[in-house]
Every structure is written in C-alpha cells, then in structure tokens.
C-alpha cells in the first residue's frame, strides 16, 4: 500500500495564478482532509470530505475549493492564489470516526510558495 | 475556546538521555488525545492515541500520559536518539467525527 500520496512535492506560482493539488489514498478511508501548516502554527484544517460526493468547510476555507469525484482522490484547488497562501499543504484519510480513536494517515506533503 | 497549549516550545538533550514533552488542552467535550511525530519535511506519523478512559500508552520508547480531570498530557521519551529529532505534536479530538485540534508542537533537537 502506498498510503496517502500527494502531487506535486513543491510549486511556485505567481500571484493570481491557479493550481490544482492533488491527494490520493489506497485505503478505501472515506473520510479526507486538506490540512495548511504554517511557522509557528498548528495544522490547521481548510476543508474536508466525509465521503464520495461531499465535502465541508474547515477552519480555514476562504480562497480554496475542493471536489471528491472518486472515493481515493481529493483535490484541492487555488483559483487566484495570494502571497498568504505560501504554506506547507498535507492531505490525510481516515476511516468512518465511528469509533472513538480513529486514526488519521497524513500525506508527505506539498510546499507552496506565491509569489 | 478550544486549543491545545504544548511546552516547550524547543528542547535540546544529548543522545542517550530521557525528556518528557507537556500538552495542555481546553477542549470540551473530549474524545481522544494523540501524539504525532513530524519528522522535517515529512507528514506526521501518529504513535499514540488515548480515549479519556486511558491514562498511559507505550510504543517503544514512547510512553504517553494522560489525566483528564486536569487536562494534560506528557510524552515520555526514554533512552533518545538521533532519530528522535523532530517535531512533536499534541492533538485533540471533541466528539467523535469533530475536526481535530493541533498544538503547535515541540522541537526536540537530539545531539551527540
């Protein structure tokens, strides 16, 4: 198993440009998040995916739009990107948090910079 | 407000000694706390995660603790390595299916 895969690793783009990351898993999870850590902060969480077909606004979802067409796939998109979307994006998969530890699987990450 | 408070913000120890990592919560209702290894560059890798019935949890080296009455956690790290260098994050879940909470983590640097 691969696990949680992200493309690309890295990416600069230019200031209004638009970019699409893509997350992919192999573990059948339903659920799916996108995730931006930045210096100094905690992950903080910017959409997510409860299953094929559906997706939420996390904490941080302004300037983001996200789709999830298939069950292993979960892309997250940049229509205009801004300098204060330089950050680290992970994506991670998790199973129905039916119970009361489910665990979350992260992705290797991929490093934006807007400039 | 819900947050996750995590002490020391840094910490620097010789190969071979013990260190013990602090997480403070605010988090209300609780569900489970976890703690993330984040190696540089890397995503993080959960190496526990406790319910609020749980007040201890090994893997390896790794010892975590838990008191929820007065909300706080510790990562116990016997014997460190090398390897150990990384970031250490504390984070907490509400209710089943919330959005998790992040700490800002704590870097432990390990020399030798």
């Known amino acids: 198993n691969a696990g949680v895969t992200q493309t690309p690793k890295f990416r600069v783009l230019k200031t209004g440009q638009s970019m699409t990351l893509l997350c992919a898993q192999d573990m059948n999870h339903e659920y799916m998040y996108w995730y931006r850590q930045d210096p100094g902060m905690g992950l903080r969480l910017i959409h997510y995916s409860v299953g094929e077909g559906t997706t939420a606004k996390g904490e941080v979802p302004d300037g983001y739009n996200v789709s999830r067409l298939k069950k292993q796939n979960f892309l997250l998109g940049l229509e205009s990107a801004a300098p204060s979307q330089t950050s680290v994006y992970f994506c991670a998969s998790g199973k129905i948090p039916g119970l009361l530890a489910y665990e979350q699987y992260f992705g290797p990450g991929t490093r934006l910079t807007v400039t | 407000k819900n947050q996750v408070e995590q002490s020391p913000q840094s910490l620097i120890i010789l190969e071979g000694k013990n260190c013990t990592l602090q997480?403070?919560?605010?988090?209300?209702?609780?569900?489970?706390l976890r703690w993330y290894k984040q190696d540089t560059g890397r995503g993080p890798v959960s190496l526990t995660i406790?319910?609020?019935?749980?007040n201890t949890k090994s893997n390896g080296r790794y010892t975590a603790t838990l008191d929820a009455d007065t909300k706080q956690s510790s990562l116990h790290i016997t014997a460190s390595q090398l390897s150990d260098s990384a970031s250490y994050i504390c984070v907490v879940s509400g209710q089943a299916g919330t959005a998790l909470i992040f700490g800002k983590g704590t870097t432990l640097s390990v020399s030798s």
């Open positions: 406790m319910t609020f019935s749980e």
């Open positions: 997480c403070n919560y605010t988090v209300s209702p609780f569900s489970n």
